[in-house]
């Protein structure tokens, strides 16, 4: 297909706004997907994400539709990951496309994360359509809405689409903006081919399978390949298109969107952002934007049983055939024994890779808090990278210890600036600029420690505001800082894994509030056990957990045997899946009592 | 088949004038009418668990509800005759009935005991009214005692009351004048159980609306070692984590040691070793069948049985169960069945044993498994006595008086 007769595009929406029923509905209208054959959400296929409500991979499809003008248009859609720690897949995603569909609920208006991908799709020079969705409420305010939503994008109110994509309502109208509204493709055909991978999956038979937009140039399967960051080289077993099966097409052209089974054996070799071109005839530059990803929060998941720590590695690793971002070694620790420490995009990517371990394979795990990486520098120069605190060497021979700062930008009403700081300087943070969208939105720009991002801001900044902000970061270097190691004490017995690394200031309140905490998840065992917090030997925090008092079935007659008798075997399966120290059972709560200590 | 075979035998009658608002057993309210018919039902079940394992040899009865004192005297009389019938019903065979105050008379209760009904426990639960309402009961503390002296008058001379503790917003004062109260009836033997808040029970509803405080468990802790201290002074044995009886005069129980819950062996009078019943003559033989692991028959709606290496149970309803009885089916279709191997009833066996004063002895233990206590739980045994939650020395292992408090964690090591 010529390129004037291709769209790629996206949909961009708030969490719960409609984007996957849209999504659906458009499957369902260009018959790509025939209505008897949909299942709710086609486009999520991941048992979590339908669960989460958000995407976690990009997908594609493309869909055939003929327009009023009786030409048959090639659309491409590509659907993206929906949460922040994926905004560099998502910015990948968004450079496949010319347009983009910003979906509003027509009851609940413009929120944080509406506004966070109009920024992402207006720096990837997308041309926007506003959509407002779900028309069909009892409680929407279409004409509210769209009014915003043309203030905020500077068109004309009736340029703003009403559907209801529950009731198939305007959808007709959605494809016809696709097609007159958004550009086609502009790349040059001729010129060497440059193709932009925004996603990959390992497939068990084809190896990896790189999702592609073709920018310039044509993409033939006999044609070795080379992929310009990462230098590897590689013969396509098949190349083809999304429908959304994958479907054999031998060649993608200059605009088209698709896939090439790589026959890479791993998707570290094929990064996010890299761009596909010819071995033969290679392009001169490659497509702009790349950046290799980088775990920035890590974390040690460890088997509940031993046993287990075979099986755990063996997931590790074909969870990792999908996930580039995902790195992990072995590690020990004293009181958790064998397991690895891991290497995560952000928080959420580390909460979805231990809910899919713990799901698809089954596996009981103690996930110790995470922290970030830090570089020690020793008194003989050297620079060492620690990912766990319990690796810090003797502060005798550190002569200084370096932290990663970020740069971060939170988007919010005007009305909450003052939360917003309050928040971000209590974690460290360095204010730098204020910037006004409008009279309304600004944009508070700070610096702030990784260490202090990871507990937990995303969230603390969502009830600040009420939902309203949103939160976008880069890496701005690393920092030294007066930063000490926090021991943490179980029935006196220092637990490795329990660790942290604080600055000096905060660790007596840190460490008050963390004993508080771990007290209350602890759970009464046979005697009390104090929890204590230590900073170079010395407690600095100290709480109590009392003894178990009381713990026995009052009657137990003929009628009750079997029924006692299967409680008390569960009550003894349950306490199997906990990790004993000593004679304290500590569950997986207490080692991420870390992340809650804003909590009252 | 083994003729003669022991086994204890319960009746279950599931009718209640009002449900308490804690009950979550197999009772029923407003169903009274259908009586008649469920002992007629009852009776057939007798004669087909004859015909089944051929005439068993009671040594105790047991009816138990519900409330077994809304049955009218003819009926009780018409269960006696089948079960004598079907079974030998020993000379001095313990019979017990439940009764709930409010629902007997003198009469009533003369009737029983000529009808050879030799042990009345009574649901008393509570001194204090407000208590009472609080649980559902239909009957004041006043009637209690008037039930009470009508047992006597009816010559009931092994006497059990029931009494609750660890009630929402309950405090140690009153608790303790309910036991003075109860103490001053001076009963042969005392049952006192910790509200356990069931599911799906009215308590339950309350108190995880707000409307009701949940109970403090370190109170109720303080309330049974309370119980525990007033017991023994006034001369009861606690053979049982809830159960109490009075000493055999004869037998002299020790004084009240707080980290012993046992005769100590240095007092003479009484072998380390020594049974429940050689302390005291009022220890509930039929209950002593349960936790001992020894079989039992279990007769009515929703009632368990333990024989032959399964234990199953009724269906639950009443109607169901009538209907059951009433075809021509030879035996009552069973709700759940399930095999006890070796392994689940040794563990069994301890859990059940653990709730003794007297304990899980070697000898018993080998002369049933061929395998002894040390072999089959020497770790777990080492590693509970050096907890102090049980003692263990080599013969016989029961729960210290710390181990009665958690005897969950206790069991949990055996299952």
Same mark, same amino acid.
């Given at each position: 297909?010529?390129?004037?007769?291709?769209?790629?595009?996206?949909?961009?929406?708030?969490?719960?706004?409609?984007?996957?029923?849209? *999504?659906?509905?458009?499957?369902?209208?260009?018959?790509?997907?025939?209505?008897?054959?949909?299942?709710?959400?086609?486009?999520?296929?991941?048992?979590?994400?339908?669960?989460?409500?958000?995407?976690?991979?990009?997908?594609?499809?493309?869909?055939?539709?003929?327009?009023?003008?009786?030409?048959?248009?090639?659309?491409?859609?590509?659907?993206?990951?929906?949460?922040?720690?994926?905004?560099?897949?998502?910015?990948?995603? &968004?450079?496949?496309?010319?347009?983009?569909?910003?979906?509003?609920?027509?009851?609940?208006?413009?929120?944080?994360?509406?506004? *966070?991908?109009?920024?992402?799709?207006?720096?990837?020079?997308?041309?926007?359509?506003?959509?407002?969705?779900?028309?069909?409420?009892?409680?929407?305010?279409?004409?509210?809405?769209?009014?915003?939503?043309?203030?905020?994008?500077?068109?004309?109110?009736?340029?703003?689409?009403?559907?209801?994509?529950?009731?198939?309502?305007?959808?007709?109208?959605?494809?016809?903006?696709?097609?007159?509204?958004?550009?086609?493709?502009?790349?040059?055909?001729?010129?060497?081919?440059?193709?932009? $991978?925004?996603?990959?999956?390992?497939?068990?038979?084809?190896?990896?399978?790189?999702?592609?937009?073709?920018?310039?140039?044509?993409?033939?399967?006999?044609?070795?390949?080379?992929?310009? *960051?990462?230098?590897?080289?590689?013969?396509?077993?098949?190349?083809?298109?999304?429908?959304?099966?994958?479907?054999?097409?031998?060649? &993608?052209?200059?605009?088209?969107?698709?896939?090439?089974?790589?026959?890479?054996?791993?998707?570290?070799?094929?990064?996010?952002?890299?761009?596909?071109?010819?071995?033969?005839?290679?392009?001169?530059?490659?497509?702009?934007?790349?950046?290799?990803?980088?775990?920035?929060?890590?974390?040690?998941?460890?088997?509940?049983?031993?046993?287990?720590?075979?099986?755990?590695?063996? *997931?590790?690793?074909?969870?990792?055939?999908?996930?580039?971002?995902?790195?992990?070694?072995?590690?020990?620790?004293?009181?958790?024994?064998? @397991?690895?420490?891991?290497?995560?995009?952000?928080?959420?990517?580390?909460?979805?890779?231990?809910?899919?371990?713990?799901?698809?394979?089954?596996?009981?795990?103690?996930?110790?808090?995470? !922290?970030?990486?830090?570089?020690?520098?020793?008194?003989?120069?050297?620079?060492?990278?620690?990912? !766990?605190?319990?690796?810090?060497?003797?502060?005798?021979?550190?002569?200084?210890?370096?932290?990663?700062?970020?740069?971060?930008?939170?988007?919010?009403?005007?009305?909450?600036?003052?939360?917003?700081?309050?928040?971000?300087?209590?974690?460290?943070?360095?204010?730098?600029?204020?910037?006004?969208?409008? !009279?309304?939105?600004?944009?508070?720009?700070?610096?702030?420690? &990784?260490?202090?991002?990871?507990?937990?801001?995303?969230?603390?900044?969502?009830?600040?505001?009420?939902?309203?902000?949103?939160?976008?970061?880069?890496?701005?270097?690393?920092?030294? @800082?007066?930063?000490?190691?926090?021991? $943490?004490?179980?029935?006196?017995?220092?637990?490795?894994?329990?660790?942290?690394?604080?600055?000096?200031?905060?660790?007596?309140?840190?460490? !008050?509030?963390?004993?508080?905490?771990?007290?209350?998840?602890?759970?009464?065992?046979?005697?009390?056990?104090?929890?204590?917090?230590?900073?170079?030997?010395?407690?600095?925090?100290?709480?109590?957990?009392?003894?178990?008092?009381?713990?026995?079935?009052?009657?137990?007659?003929? @009628?009750?045997?079997?029924?006692?008798?299967?409680?008390?075997?569960?009550?003894?399966?349950?306490?199997?899946?906990?990790?004993?120290?000593?004679?304290?059972? $500590?569950?997986?709560?207490?080692?991420?009592?870390?992340?809650?200590?804003?909590?009252? | 088949?083994?003729?003669?075979?022991? =086994?204890?035998?319960?009746? %279950?009658?599931?009718?209640?004038?009002?449900?308490?608002?804690?009950?979550?057993?197999?009772?029923?309210?407003?169903?009274?009418?259908?009586?008649?018919?469920?002992?007629?039902?009852?009776?057939? #079940?007798?004669?087909?668990?004859?015909?089944?394992?051929?005439?068993?040899?009671?040594?105790?009865?047991?009816?138990?509800?519900?409330?077994?004192?809304?049955?009218?005297?003819?009926?009780?009389?018409?269960?006696?005759?089948?079960?004598?019938?079907?079974?030998?019903?020993?000379?001095?065979?313990?019979?017990?009935? #439940?009764?709930?105050?409010?629902?007997?008379?003198?009469?009533?209760?003369?009737?029983?005991?000529?009808?050879?009904?030799?042990?009345?426990?009574?649901?008393?639960?509570?001194?204090?009214?407000?208590?009472?309402?609080?649980?559902?009961?239909? %009957?004041?503390?006043?009637?209690?005692?008037?039930?009470?002296?009508?047992?006597?008058?009816?010559?009931?001379?092994?006497?059990?009351?029931? /009494?609750?503790?660890?009630?929402?917003?309950?405090?140690?004062?009153?608790?303790?004048?309910?036991?003075?109260? =109860?103490?001053?009836?001076?009963?042969?033997?005392?049952?006192?159980?910790?509200?356990?808040?069931?599911?799906?029970?009215?308590?339950?509803?309350?108190?995880?609306?707000?409307?009701?405080?949940?109970?403090?468990?370190?109170?109720?802790?303080?309330?049974?070692?309370?119980?525990?201290?007033?017991?023994?002074?006034?001369?009861?044995?606690?053979?049982?984590?809830?159960?109490?009886?009075?000493?055999?005069?004869?037998?002299?129980?020790?004084?009240?040691?707080?980290?012993?819950?046992?005769? #100590?062996?240095?007092?003479?009078?009484?072998?380390?070793?020594?049974?429940?019943?050689?302390?005291?003559?009022?220890?509930?033989? %039929?209950?002593?069948?349960?936790?001992?692991?020894?079989?039992? /028959?279990?007769?009515? =709606?929703?009632?368990?049985?333990?024989?032959?290496?399964?234990?199953?149970?009724?269906?639950?309803?009443?109607?169901?169960?009538?209907?059951?009885?009433?075809?021509?089916?030879?035996?009552?279709?069973?709700?759940?069945?399930?095999?006890?191997?070796?392994?689940?009833?040794?563990?069994?066996?301890?859990?059940?044993?653990?709730?003794?004063?007297?304990?899980?002895?070697?000898?018993?233990?080998?002369?049933?498994?061929?395998?002894?206590?040390?072999?089959?739980?020497?770790?777990?045994?080492? #590693?509970?006595?050096?907890?102090?939650?049980?003692?263990?020395?080599?013969?016989?292992?029961?729960?210290?008086?710390?181990?009665?408090?958690?005897?969950?964690?206790?069991?949990?090591?055996?299952?």
């Amino acid at each position: 297909m010529d390129q004037t007769h291709i769209r790629n595009f996206c949909l961009l929406a708030h969490i719960d706004h409609g984007k996957s029923t849209l *999504a659906d509905r458009l499957l369902e209208l260009t018959d790509t997907i025939p209505a008897r054959q949909m299942t709710e959400q086609v486009l999520d296929s991941m048992e979590l994400e339908r669960e989460k409500g958000v995407t976690i991979k990009a997908s594609a499809v493309r869909m055939r539709y003929t327009a009023t003008d009786g030409e048959e248009y090639e659309l491409n859609l590509i659907d993206t990951p929906g949460h922040v720690d994926f905004s560099y897949e998502v910015s990948r995603a &968004l450079a496949a496309c010319e347009g983009a569909l910003l979906v509003v609920d027509a009851a609940q208006g413009i929120e944080a994360q509406t506004l *966070a991908n109009l920024y992402l799709a207006l720096e990837a020079d997308l041309e926007i359509v506003p959509v407002v969705n779900k028309i069909d409420l009892a409680s929407a305010r279409p004409d509210e809405v769209a009014l915003e939503l043309a203030e905020l994008l500077g068109v004309e109110p009736h340029e703003v689409l009403r559907v209801s994509a529950k009731e198939g309502w305007g959808i007709e109208q959605v494809l016809k903006a696709v097609v007159t509204r958004l550009p086609p493709p502009r790349g040059d055909p001729n010129a060497p081919l440059r193709a932009l $991978i925004f996603d990959s999956h390992y497939d068990p038979y084809k190896g990896v399978v790189a999702y592609v937009r073709v920018v310039d140039g044509v993409l033939v399967q006999e044609e070795p390949l080379l992929l310009m *960051a990462t230098g590897a080289e590689t013969e396509p077993i098949e190349v083809g298109i999304f429908t959304p099966e994958m479907n054999p097409t031998e060649r &993608l052209n200059a605009g088209e969107v698709g896939y090439v089974a790589t026959g890479l054996k791993t998707v570290r070799e094929c990064h996010v952002g890299d761009t596909l071109t010819s071995a033969l005839h290679p392009a001169s530059e490659p497509l702009p934007g790349y950046r290799p990803v980088k775990p920035m929060v890590f974390a040690g998941l460890y088997p509940v049983v031993n046993e287990d720590y075979n099986s755990l590695r063996s *997931a590790l690793e074909k969870l990792q055939l999908n996930d580039a971002a995902l790195v992990f070694e072995p590690e020990t620790s004293q009181a958790l024994q064998f @397991g690895f420490r891991c290497g995560f995009l952000g928080l959420f990517h580390m909460e979805i890779v231990q809910e899919r371990l713990e799901r698809e394979y089954g596996l009981d795990l103690i996930a110790t808090a995470p !922290s970030v990486a830090y570089q020690v520098v020793t008194r003989s120069g050297e620079i060492v990278e620690v990912a !766990s605190p319990a690796d810090l060497p003797d502060p005798a021979i550190i002569e200084e210890i370096r932290e990663p700062w970020m740069r971060i930008q939170v988007f919010t009403p005007a009305d909450y600036i003052g939360p917003v700081m309050e928040l971000i300087t209590r974690r460290r943070g360095i204010y730098r600029t204020t910037e006004y969208l409008d !009279s309304q939105r600004v944009v508070l720009t700070y610096e702030m420690p &990784l260490s202090e991002m990871i507990v937990d801001l995303h969230d603390r900044l969502k009830s600040a505001t009420r939902g309203y902000a949103s939160l976008d970061y880069t890496f701005d270097g690393y920092r030294p @800082g007066d930063l000490v190691r926090m021991d $943490i004490l179980v029935n006196k017995q220092p637990v490795d894994a329990l660790a942290l690394i604080v600055h000096r200031d905060q660790a007596y309140e840190k460490g !008050s509030r963390l004993v508080r905490k771990m007290k209350e998840v602890i759970p009464r065992q046979l005697f009390k056990v104090p929890i204590q917090a230590a900073v170079g030997g010395r407690i600095v925090a100290r709480a109590t957990v009392s003894a178990l008092r009381k713990d026995v079935l009052a009657k137990c007659y003929g @009628g009750d045997v079997t029924r006692k008798r299967k409680l008390l075997e569960r009550q003894k399966a349950g306490k199997k899946r906990l990790k004993q120290f000593g004679r304290v059972v $500590i569950p997986q709560d207490a080692f991420l009592a870390v992340l809650r200590l804003d909590e009252d | 088949m083994t003729i003669h075979k022991p =086994a204890a035998l319960y009746m %279950h009658i599931p009718f209640c004038r009002s449900r308490c608002a804690y009950c979550d057993f197999n009772t029923y309210a407003g169903l009274e009418e259908l009586i008649p018919a469920y002992v007629t039902a009852v009776c057939r #079940e007798i004669e087909v668990a004859g015909e089944r394992w051929g005439r068993l040899t009671v040594p105790t009865i047991y009816f138990g509800g519900g409330t077994p004192s809304l049955l009218p005297l003819d009926l009780v009389r018409e269960l006696f005759q089948v079960a004598r019938s079907r079974f030998y019903v020993s000379d001095d065979a313990e019979i017990t009935l #439940e009764a709930n105050p409010g629902t007997v008379t003198v009469g009533y209760l003369r009737g029983l005991r000529s009808l050879g009904v030799n042990r009345l426990s009574l649901g008393v639960q509570s001194a204090h009214d407000d208590e009472l309402r609080l649980l559902g009961r239909i %009957h004041t503390w006043a009637e209690a005692v008037e039930a009470v002296e009508w047992a006597r008058e009816a010559g009931f001379a092994n006497l059990n009351l029931d /009494l609750i503790f660890g009630l929402p917003a309950q405090t140690l004062a009153r608790w303790h004048q309910t036991l003075e109260a =109860a103490l001053r009836l001076s009963p042969e033997h005392l049952s006192l159980y910790c509200l356990s808040v069931e599911e799906g029970t009215p308590l339950e509803r309350r108190i995880a609306s707000g409307a009701l405080p949940a109970a403090d468990e370190d109170l109720a802790a303080e309330m049974y070692e309370l119980a525990e201290e007033m017991l023994a002074e006034a001369g009861y044995f606690h053979y049982e984590i809830s159960n109490w009886a009075k000493a055999n005069p004869k037998s002299q129980i020790p004084n009240y040691k707080p980290q012993k819950w046992w005769p #100590e062996p240095e007092t003479r009078s009484l072998k380390h070793e020594t049974l429940s019943e050689e302390v005291s003559p009022y220890v509930c033989r %039929h209950n002593l069948t349960y936790w001992r692991n020894e079989p039992w /028959l279990g007769v009515g =709606a929703g009632a368990h049985s333990w024989l032959g290496g399964r234990r199953w149970a009724n269906v639950r309803h009443p109607r169901e169960y009538i209907a059951a009885c009433g075809t021509s089916c030879q035996l009552v279709p069973h709700q759940e069945v399930e095999e006890i191997d070796r392994r689940k009833e040794m563990g069994e066996t301890m859990m059940l044993g653990l709730r003794l004063a007297e304990g899980v002895r070697d000898t018993r233990f080998q002369a049933r498994f061929g395998r002894g206590l040390e072999q089959v739980f020497g770790a777990e045994l080492a #590693e509970l006595q050096d907890l102090g939650l049980l003692e263990w020395n080599g013969r016989v292992t029961r729960l210290t008086a710390r181990g009665r408090l958690v005897g969950n964690y206790v069991f949990a090591h055996f299952v």
